[in-house]
């Protein structure tokens, strides 16, 4: 199946181009991407496996949820989406903790704070295998262990720095 996007200004302004995924992304151009962190009511935070035959850092735990915004989504409903795809979570309060641009893409990082039965996570075959939720002692324990994903770190570094979890 194709997957285009919406092309994009450095701003975050509609360029009224499509682009395709996997085709080179022209010079001034970007796609949109949301990254979402999952706290739960309770204050723990979710982290989910990577599959293993994902081509980078497959096995590994990730601190978030996340993928590119299809043609015609903004940056929350693709958040939305890719939250629900990922993990089953399609309820939580939705608050913009930060952008980054990163070559081609922005990214939009969310934290979705939600009361989602922590049993009930699901799997996407192919992309997730596993989660677990860790209390934020252990949440920050894991973003400053060279366990979590280093591009991850990156992109919720400022989260990060503003919430006091960096050591």
């Known amino acids: 199946m194709m997957e285009l996007w919406d092309a994009y200004l450095a701003d975050g302004t509609p360029a009224n181009r499509t682009l395709l995924r996997g085709e080179p992304i022209p010079q001034g151009l970007y796609h949109l991407a949301s990254d979402i962190l999952v706290r739960h009511a309770d204050g723990d935070y979710l982290l989910?496996?990577?599959?293993?035959a994902k081509p980078n850092y497959g096995g590994w735990f990730e601190a978030s949820a996340g993928g590119s915004a299809l043609c015609g989504e903004d940056k929350?409903?693709?958040?939305?989406?890719?939250l629900q795809e990922e993990t089953g979570i399609s309820r939580g309060t939705?608050?913009?903790?930060?952008?980054?641009?990163?070559?081609?893409?922005?990214?939009?990082?969310f934290l979705?704070?939600?009361?989602?039965?922590?049993?009930?996570?699901?799997?996407?075959p192919g992309e997730t295998t596993g989660w677990q939720w860790v209390s934020?002692?252990?949440?920050?324990?894991?973003i400053n262990s060279d366990r979590m994903i280093p591009r991850q770190h990156e992109r919720f570094r400022d989260f990060f720095r503003r919430m006091g979890y960096l050591r």
């Open 48 to 52: 989910m496996e990577r599959d293993i």
């Open 94 to 109: 939705f608050t913009e903790i930060g952008r980054c641009i990163i070559k081609d893409t922005i990214y939009y990082q």
């Open 76 to 82: 929350l409903t693709c958040a939305m989406r890719e």
């Open 136 to 142: 934020e002692e252990a949440f920050i324990a894991f």
């Open 112 to 124: 979705c704070t939600t009361d989602w039965d922590k049993t009930a996570i699901t799997l996407q």
